[in-house]
């Protein structure tokens, strides 16, 4: 079975330019995540989804940063426009639902010069 | 609110050596709570959870039992090998159902042969 699939896996781009990130979650599983990583640190969750509907965003920096999950699938998260403080790692995870194992893909590395 | 403390790495040991990385956890109700491992280059993995009080989790040779009177949930291994060389995270997830994991910030662990 594939896990979670993530690209671009690495991404350099000038601060004020905007950036988009990936996510296809195992199938079947209905619940997906997206996590920051910063350097040293454990992940944090932006954006939970069940299902398309976006069910917990409160920690999602809406002035910048939006994401979709069109039909319910693959999941996109964007920066725009992305500042030297948004170089971290991009998590996505997804789970059956959401008391179930989280399965995380080997994430993004976006590096913001 | 929630969260994790995890000792500071990196714990640099020899083949063979006994491993404990401690971990302790602030949390209303009865959390769930993981060990995540993540190998260099790739993504979080689940090492092994627990989801009540006085449960023990075990996968691979390490085991963590899920206290609840000192609300800890500390990683060990008899025997380390070069190959468990990675980066530790445990992680709680909330009583409610938000699916949201709070981690730590992990603890590398280099085994030296």
């Known amino acids: 079975e594939a896990g979670v699939v993530q690209s671009p896996r690495y991404k350099i781009i000038e601060k004020k330019q905007p950036v988009a990130f990936w996510c296809n979650p195992i199938?079947?599983?209905?619940?997906l995540y997206w996590y920051l990583q910063n350097l040293g640190q454990g992940p944090e969750l932006l954006i939970r989804?069940?299902?398309?509907?976006?069910?917990?965003d409160s920690q999602l920096p809406k002035d910048r940063f939006s994401a979709e999950r069109l039909k319910g699938v693959d999941s996109t998260l964007k920066i725009q426009p992305a500042e030297l403080g948004d170089s971290a790692v991009y998590l996505c995870?997804?789970?059956?639902?959401?008391?179930?194992?989280?399965?995380f893909g080997p994430g993004t590395r976006l590096l913001v010069l | 609110g929630n969260s994790v403390t995890q000792m500071e790495g990196p714990v640099t040991l020899s083949e063979e050596a006994f491993l404990t990385i401690n971990c302790t956890y602030t949390?209303?109700?009865?959390?769930?709570l993981f060990w995540y491992v993540q190998y260099p280059g790739e993504g979080l993995q689940l090492l092994l959870k627990a989801t009540k009080a006085d449960d023990k989790g075990s996968n691979k040779g390490f085991e963590a039992t899920y206290r609840k009177e000192t609300t800890s949930f500390h990683l060990e291994k008899g025997s380390v090998q070069v190959s468990d060389s990675a980066v530790y995270f445990c992680a709680l997830r909330g009583s409610g159902n938000t699916g949201k994991l709070i981690f730590g910030q992990g603890t590398t662990l280099q085994v030296k042969p």
């Open positions: 949390a209303t109700g009865y959390p769930s």
């Open positions: 989804y069940e299902n398309e509907e976006a069910v917990d």
């Open positions: 199938s079947g599983h209905n619940t």
């Open positions: 995870a997804s789970s059956l639902n959401s008391q179930e194992t989280q399965y």
